[in-house]
T-cell receptor
Framework: DAKTTQPTSMDCAEGRAANLPCNHS???????VYWYRQIHSQGPQYIIH???NNETNEMASLIITEDRKSSTLILPHATLRDTAVYYC?????????????FGAGTILRVKS | DTGVSQDPRHKITKRGQNVTFRCDPI?????LYWYRQTLGQGPEFLTY????????KSRLLSDRFSAERPKGSFSTLEIQRTEQGDSAMYLC?????????????FGEGSWLTVV
């Protein structure tokens, strides 16, 4: 079962920052927060992951609250190509197999 | 391209026929996963291999489904006696055992339509 809660959908203006929230209030100390996105009809694409520190890469930034019960994925300058379903996933790296368990995700619509 | 490769990308089959999908993981990734995704839903886990050993199977993987990874490299997913409810996208993914946070990378999926 998914351990995260995300809004069903969000809109963002092109060129603006997209801030996608995720609640994971039952996260444990050995669980990472992963973000993937899925553009229509394609496989999920890895974006970023983190444990407790904020992380940034070429695609996005991940801000994790100090208590680790929630996080925000930030796309700094959203483009139309960022329209996708965004999945926030909590994953235990020490669990056998440590598969990803997907929820429903957030549909992000970037509008011009 | 060094990503996860899946073949075929699309398959239309008649109910009752058997179908097989192939997945070539990223080189040297010893973990391989199969997922299924229906329209409007997130991907659902089916099964997982570490090298050639199938270590976990979801209850979604009925007796008509079988997955293999004979030499610990590519994998196949076979569906026997297909049913209309099998229509979905079948996703393959791979990850290294350690390093890079064991990040899992997905292929582009194989679409199955059962008519």
């Amino acid at each position: 079962d998914a351990k995260t809660t995300q809004p069903t959908s969000m809109d963002c203006a092109e060129g603006r920052a997209a801030n996608l929230p995720c609640n994971h209030s039952t996260i444990s100390g050995n669980e990472y927060v992963y973000w993937y996105r899925q553009i229509h009809s394609q496989g999920p694409q890895y974006i970023i992951h983190g444990l407790k520190n904020n992380e940034t890469n070429e695609m996005a930034s991940l801000i994790i609250t100090e208590d680790r019960k929630s996080s925000t994925l930030i796309l700094p300058h959203a483009t139309l190509r960022d329209t996708a379903v965004y999945y926030c996933i909590v994953r235990h790296l020490m669990e056998y197999g440590n598969k990803l368990v997907f929820g429903a995700g957030t549909i992000l619509r970037v509008k011009s | 391209d060094t990503g996860v490769s899946q073949d075929p990308r699309h398959k239309i089959t008649k109910r009752g026929q058997n179908v097989t999908f192939r997945c070539d993981p990223i080189s040297e990734h010893n973990r391989l996963y199969w997922y299924r995704q229906t329209l409007g839903q997130g991907p659902e886990f089916l099964t997982y291999f570490q090298n050639e050993a199938q270590l976990e199977k979801s209850r979604l993987l009925s007796d008509r489904f079988s997955a293999e990874r004979p030499k610990g490299s590519f994998s196949t997913l076979e569906i026997q006696r297909t049913e209309q409810g099998d229509s979905a996208m079948y996703l393959c993914a791979s990850s290294p055992r350690s390093g890079s946070g064991n990040t899992i990378y997905f292929g582009e999926g194989s679409w199955l339509t059962v008519v």
